[in-house]
């Protein structure tokens, strides 16, 4: 049972952009809080931003002003908007949503220079 799949990853140059999507599916009929992390080799999962259930966010320094998260309820789904990506984002991206716990399976973003 699949129940938050992400998509969206991908090889980018440095300054380009992506756009990563968790979509709720299965048990999870409504995201509420939802948590983007990335984990990079040799180094520990860290939080990159949070979005609510009502739409509040916050952003780890590292990524305030080049990142966005958002929302669109009706399809279920989270969005994280990756602008000015450096060679550092180059991470395994996961969602989780932070109420059941439930993760995703991850998606690659990997950022050249």
């Known amino acids: 049972q699949v129940q938050l799949v992400e998509s969206g990853g991908g090889l980018v140059q440095a300054g380009g952009s992506l756009r990563l999507s968790c979509t709720g599916s299965?048990?999870?009929?409504?995201?509420?809080?939802l948590g983007w992390y990335r984990q990079a080799p040799g180094k520990q999962r860290e939080l990159v931003a949070v979005?609510?259930?009502?739409?509040?966010?916050n952003y780890a320094d590292s990524v305030k002003a080049r990142f966005t998260v958002s929302r669109d309820n009706a399809k279920n789904t989270v969005y994280l908007q990756m602008n000015s990506l450096k060679p550092e984002d180059t991470a395994g991206y996961y969602c989780?949503?932070?109420?059941?716990?439930?993760w995703g399976q991850g998606t690659q973003v990997t950022v050249s220079s």
């Open positions: 299965g048990r999870i009929e409504s995201i509420n809080a």
């Open positions: 989780h949503e932070l109420s059941a716990g439930y």
């Open positions: 979005i609510t259930s009502g739409g509040t966010t």
